[in-house]
């Protein structure tokens, strides 16, 4: 079975820290991605990485950046985070881009 | 651009019955793949059931079918014999041979005994 794993299931920060989000998957996917999930819109692509050191902007990367040192890490960082940052975000890795996603567990994030 | 919407935010449905979920999609794309996702409450969201396009035979998964109308861009997910587990956020979603995965915007479905 494919584990996603995100480091925290909850995390709460304050408006202006540099937040990192990580995630580590196990079955050695070529693609990664971020998602942030808000009620009555849906999951939002933040970004997604198709290698290691490799990325593209999904529909919502501003305020977000991304790393991919690893194929197995993909870490989202907020630069200064914002209030309006405070949403779940889920990762996912895939084989292929057409090929189903497998999600992590997801991070409750919080900015105060 | 490609589009997935979900007009039902939450459906109810009684243990044992019959449920479906609508969803129509856009995409500009000839091959092209659907895909409906389970988010039970506070766990992972999960693969349900995968429609290629090119496909015209309806994918099933036990309990679980799809209504694929091309023609029409209809993508509707069909739950018999509903079981209390089965009560989650499903998102229908769609991805194009090289591009991302596009969700819908959800819709929740009660299940009541």
């Known amino acids: 079975d494919v584990k996603v794993t995100q480091s925290s299931r909850y995390l709460v920060k304050r408006t202006g820290e540099k937040v990192f989000l990580e995630c580590v998957q196990d079955?050695?996917?070529?693609?990664m991605f971020w998602y942030r999930q808000d009620p009555g819109l849906g999951l939002r692509l933040i970004y997604f990485s198709y290698d290691v050191k490799m990325k593209e902007k999904g529909d919502i990367p501003e305020g977000y950046s991304v790393s991919r040192e690893k194929k197995e890490r993909f870490s989202l960082i907020l630069e200064s985070a914002s209030t309006n940052q405070t949403s779940m975000y889920l990762c996912?890795?895939?084989?292929?881009?057409?090929?189903?996603?497998?999600f992590g567990d997801g991070t409750r994030l919080s900015i105060l | 651009a490609q589009t997935v919407t979900q007009s039902q935010p939450e459906m109810s449905v009684q243990e044992a019955e019959t449920v479906t979920l609508s969803c129509t999609y856009d995409t500009s794309e000839s091959d092209y793949y659907l895909f409906w996702y389970k988010q039970p409450p506070s766990r992972q969201m999960i693969l349900v059931i995968r429609?290629?396009?090119?496909?015209?035979q309806n994918a099933t998964e036990n309990r679980f079918s799809v209504n694929f109308q091309k023609a029409a861009k209809s993508f509707s997910l069909k739950i018999s014999d509903s079981q209390l587990g089965d009560a989650a956020m499903y998102f229908c979603a769609l991805t194009g041979t090289a591009s991302k995965l596009t969700f819908g915007t959800g819709t929740r479905l009660q299940v009541t005994l």
């Open positions: 429609q290629e396009a090119y496909k015209q």
């Open positions: 079955m050695d996917h070529e693609n």
């Open positions: 996912a890795s895939s084989l292929d881009l057409n090929q189903p996603q497998h």
